[in-house]
């Protein structure tokens, strides 16, 4: 979703936003801005482009003079992703106040702007965009007394909504000043200069000292000074996190796309997942983040488990570990559902937010409302320091590493595993045998070589997927572990490749969908040597009768397989609960090559965000 970077120093602020801003290009956008304050000319300089950033570099280079010395050393960057109003360059940030002295970049959504704008303009304001955050610009100059602090946090008193600002004006040359609540704001302590940004992506490269800041917090940052204050002007402590990002991480590293990177980095990711929790002597893992003794996992009764898209999917995963070897009646709602229908949350209910990001702005809405109605909340997220990791406050990371594809991969398979391990410790509190346990942790430990096994096939996958590429529709199906793993595959095909896609129980297919089968529809069945197989064999049988192709991911050595699907993908054997991790690296190898050999954008497929972060 929209990205901001802002700095303030003695270097070129146009390079290093600019810079920064590309660093966040893979959350998503359509149009990209910079505002700059040239020492010396009391003036801001802003420039606008719809589309990438190259348009907005090339808007840069042609409107600032060449110099060899820094334009500015002042300045806030955005890239956009359309909310209110279409991606042109008028809607684009930074927005302008009426008088041009104050510029500000915004991400969120303002809830009251359409009666905050009606009464501006009837205060003589006159608007040039679309967008619900010009509103911000103009209210700050009305509240401008001398004081740009002050007057931010007087102009942000009267939203309703969710920001994450940051503000420069003509008048302070030496002066950036951000606010948060809702939409995060990170703040990279580096000496001499201070830079802002909507994601540590765009800071990892200049330090690795990062302070997060908090809803209702504002920052006042000069090339020398930074202090964070509560909007009444009450200092705030916060002390700096290490970010163990290096860049390497967050670079493609020779591959052709982010995303095949991130499938070829589950076999390390998982490792990382799991490594230091599995305690195999004992059957059991070690998970000090969820912050639980024995006495309290074993009087949970009931877990409920909130997250959207392919998060969503690993619950469904995760809702069978819980039940399974819990023995812990589990629901598994979609976040914005969880919240806008008022649920019932019971005294020991444990409330599971699974999040990628940890910004998702439905899953922390889920959080925020299972919180206040008394549940443990537990956050399994892979950004460190995300506002769902800190509202929750207790919880697992993946330890995936960074994921730039706006394609989630590595992170499905870290929260499976995660997911896996708590439902582990939780079932040794009650009756998981000490004997089962080990079983179970001796084939997480084994995660990282099944996934390894699937992209050794890389090249068969690819041969395969280029067989398919032309087909514009396609099906999923599976049972028990095998459902979310069909609901997944569908979702990473259609994301990528645009080719529409259903992921169906296959069961379902029967009472309704199979009306739509024909040779042009492939079916994509996942039937590994698990419970299930028999009858999902006989769901393949039913499409191949109505001359829908077949490709089955099946269990290396199934013979039997082969007889009724027209390709198959091989998957290594392994216990049923891990078995979605091999067969859904498969499907994102196969959903990978089909958007490749169909020329689509992979790393930023169109109209997608990377983090969600409104409702
Ligand atoms: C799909 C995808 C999305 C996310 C969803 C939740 O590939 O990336 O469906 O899974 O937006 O995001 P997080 O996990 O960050 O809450």
Same mark, same amino acid.
């Given at each position: 979703?929209?990205?901001?970077?802002?700095?303030?120093?003695?270097?070129?602020?146009?390079?290093?936003?600019?810079?920064?801003?590309?660093?966040?290009?893979?959350?998503?956008?359509?149009?990209?801005?910079?505002?700059?304050?040239?020492?010396?000319?009391?003036?801001?300089?802003?420039?606008?482009?719809?589309?990438?950033?190259?348009?907005?570099?090339?808007?840069?280079?042609?409107?600032?003079?060449?110099?060899?010395?820094?334009?500015?050393?002042?300045?806030?960057?955005?890239?956009?992703?359309?909310?209110?109003?279409?991606?042109?360059?008028?809607?684009?940030?930074?927005?302008?106040?009426?008088?041009?002295?104050?510029?500000?970049?915004?991400?969120?959504?303002?809830?009251?702007?359409?009666?905050?704008?009606?009464?501006?303009?009837?205060?003589?304001?006159?608007?040039?965009?679309?967008?619900?955050?010009?509103?911000?610009?103009?209210?700050?100059?009305?509240?401008?007394?001398?004081?740009?602090?002050?007057?931010?946090?007087?102009?942000?008193?009267?939203?309703?909504?969710?920001?994450?600002?940051?503000?420069?004006?003509?008048?302070?040359?030496?002066?950036?000043?951000?606010?948060?609540?809702?939409?995060?704001?990170?703040?990279?302590?580096?000496?001499?200069?201070?830079?802002?940004?909507?994601?540590?992506?765009?800071?990892?490269?200049?330090?690795?000292?990062?302070?997060?800041?908090?809803?209702?917090?504002?920052?006042?940052?000069?090339?020398?000074?930074?202090?964070?204050?509560?909007?009444?002007?009450?200092?705030?402590?916060?002390?700096?996190?290490?970010?163990?990002?290096?860049?390497?991480?967050?670079?493609?590293?020779?591959?052709?796309?982010?995303?095949?990177?991130?499938?070829?980095?589950?076999?390390?990711?998982?490792?990382?997942?799991?490594?230091?929790?599995?305690?195999?002597?004992?059957?059991?893992?070690?998970?000090?983040?969820?912050?639980?003794?024995?006495?309290?996992?074993?009087?949970?009764?009931?877990?409920?488990?909130?997250?959207?898209?392919?998060?969503?999917?690993?619950?469904?995963?995760?809702?069978?570990?819980?039940?399974?070897?819990?023995?812990?009646?589990?629901?598994?709602?979609?976040?914005?559902?969880?919240?806008?229908?008022?649920?019932?949350?019971?005294?020991?209910?444990?409330?599971?937010?699974?999040?990628?990001?940890?910004?998702?702005?439905?899953?922390?809405?889920?959080? @925020? %409302?299972?919180? $206040?109605?008394?549940?443990?909340?537990? /956050?399994?997220?892979?950004? #460190?320091? +995300? =506002?769902? *990791? @800190? %509202?929750?406050? $207790?919880?697992?990371?993946?330890?995936? /590493?960074?994921?730039?594809? #706006?394609? +989630? =991969?590595? *992170?499905?398979?870290?929260?499976?595993?995660?997911?896996?391990?708590?439902?582990?410790?939780?079932?040794?509190?009650?009756?998981?045998?000490?004997?089962?346990?080990?079983?179970?942790?001796?084939?997480?430990?084994?995660?990282?070589?099944?996934?390894?096994?699937?992209?050794?096939?890389?090249?068969?996958?690819?041969?395969?997927?280029?067989?398919?590429?032309?087909?514009?529709?396609?099906?999923?199906?599976?049972?028990?572990?095998?459902?979310?793993?069909?609901?997944?595959?569908?979702?990473?095909?259609?994301?990528?490749?645009?080719?529409?896609?259903?992921?169906?129980?296959?069961?379902?297919?029967?009472?309704?969908?199979?009306?739509?089968?024909?040779?042009?529809?492939?079916?994509?069945?996942?039937?590994?040597?698990?419970?299930?197989?028999?009858?999902?064999?006989?769901?393949?049988?039913?499409?191949?009768?109505?001359?829908?192709?077949?490709?089955?991911?099946?269990?290396?050595?199934?013979?039997?397989?082969?007889?009724?699907?027209?390709?198959?993908?091989?998957?290594?054997?392994?216990?049923?609960?891990?078995?979605?991790?091999?067969?859904?690296?498969?499907?994102?190898?196969?959903?990978?090559?089909?958007?490749?050999?169909?020329?689509?954008?992979?790393?930023?497929?169109?109209?997608?965000?990377?983090?969600?972060?409104?409702?």
């Amino acid at each position: 979703m929209c990205g901001i970077v802002g700095y303030v120093g003695n270097r070129d602020a146009a390079n290093i936003i600019i810079s920064g801003l590309r660093r966040l290009e893979y959350r998503g956008y359509d149009s990209a801005g910079v505002a700059l304050s040239p020492e010396g000319e009391n003036t801001l300089k802003v420039v606008k482009r719809a589309g990438k950033i190259v348009n907005l570099e090339a808007g840069v280079q042609k409107e600032l003079p060449t110099s060899e010395e820094p334009y500015a050393g002042l300045g806030i960057g955005h890239t956009r992703w359309a909310t209110h109003g279409q991606p042109t360059e008028e809607n684009a940030h930074p927005h302008l106040s009426q008088n041009g002295q104050f510029a500000v970049v915004h991400n969120g959504i303002i809830d009251n702007y359409a009666g905050l704008k009606e009464k501006l303009i009837a205060d003589g304001y006159t608007f040039k965009s679309e967008t619900d955050t010009e509103v911000i610009a103009h209210l700050i100059e009305a509240c401008y007394d001398g004081d740009l602090r002050g007057a931010v946090a007087r102009a942000v008193e009267t939203l309703e909504g969710t920001y994450g600002i940051c503000v420069i004006s003509s008048l302070h040359p030496k002066l950036m000043i951000a606010a948060r609540k809702g939409s995060p704001i990170v703040i990279g302590v580096c000496k001499g200069e201070t830079i802002v940004a909507s994601d540590v992506s765009a800071i990892v490269s200049h330090t690795d000292q990062v302070i997060f800041m908090d809803d209702g917090d504002i920052l006042t940052a000069t090339p020398d000074t930074l202090d964070i204050t509560s909007l009444k002007n009450v200092p705030v402590s916060r002390p700096p996190t290490t970010i163990d990002w290096d860049l390497g991480e967050i670079e493609k590293g020779g591959y052709e796309h982010f995303m095949l990177k991130e499938i070829y980095e589950q076999p390390v990711a998982l490792a990382n997942a799991t490594r230091g929790r599995l305690v195999p002597k004992e059957g059991s893992v070690k998970l000090s983040g969820m912050q639980m003794d024995a006495y309290e996992m074993a009087r949970i009764d009931r877990v409920s488990i909130a997250a959207c898209g392919t998060s969503l999917y690993a619950g469904m995963v995760g809702k069978n570990f819980f039940e399974e070897f819990a023995s812990i009646p589990t629901e598994i709602q979609q976040a914005a559902e969880f919240r806008d229908r008022n649920p019932i949350v019971l005294r020991d209910t444990c409330m599971l937010a699974i999040s990628q990001s940890g910004e998702t702005a439905d899953t922390l809405a889920a959080v @925020r %409302e299972a919180t $206040r109605k008394g549940a443990t909340v537990l /956050g399994v997220c892979n950004v #460190v320091g +995300s =506002t769902i *990791a @800190r %509202e929750t406050g $207790r919880g697992v990371y993946l330890h995936a /590493g960074p994921e730039i594809g #706006v394609a +989630s =991969t590595k *992170a499905f398979t870290c929260q499976v595993s995660v997911m896996a391990m708590m439902a582990i410790a939780m079932g040794r509190t009650r009756r998981l045998s000490e004997h089962a346990g080990q079983a179970m942790v001796e084939e997480l430990a084994r995660i990282p070589e099944l996934a390894q096994r699937v992209i050794d096939r890389n090249d068969e996958i690819k041969a395969m997927a280029e067989k398919y590429a032309s087909k514009n529709d396609f099906f999923y199906i599976g049972r028990g572990y095998m459902f979310p793993a069909a609901l997944e595959g569908a979702l990473k095909l259609k994301e990528i490749s645009y080719i529409h896609a259903e992921g169906y129980h296959a069961a379902e297919l029967k009472h309704g969908p199979i009306a739509l089968l024909c040779d042009d529809v492939p079916v994509v069945a996942a039937a590994p040597m698990i419970p299930g197989r028999e009858k999902t064999i006989a769901n393949m049988q039913e499409c191949r009768a109505r001359k829908s192709p077949v490709v089955a991911i099946a269990t290396e050595g199934d013979s039997e397989i082969k007889t009724h699907a027209d390709d198959v993908i091989w998957v290594p054997d392994c216990m049923e609960f891990v078995s979605p991790i091999p067969v859904v690296v498969a499907e994102q190898l196969f959903a990978y090559h089909v958007a490749r050999a169909r020329g689509c954008e992979i790393d930023q497929p169109r109209n997608l965000a990377k983090s969600v972060t409104v409702e």
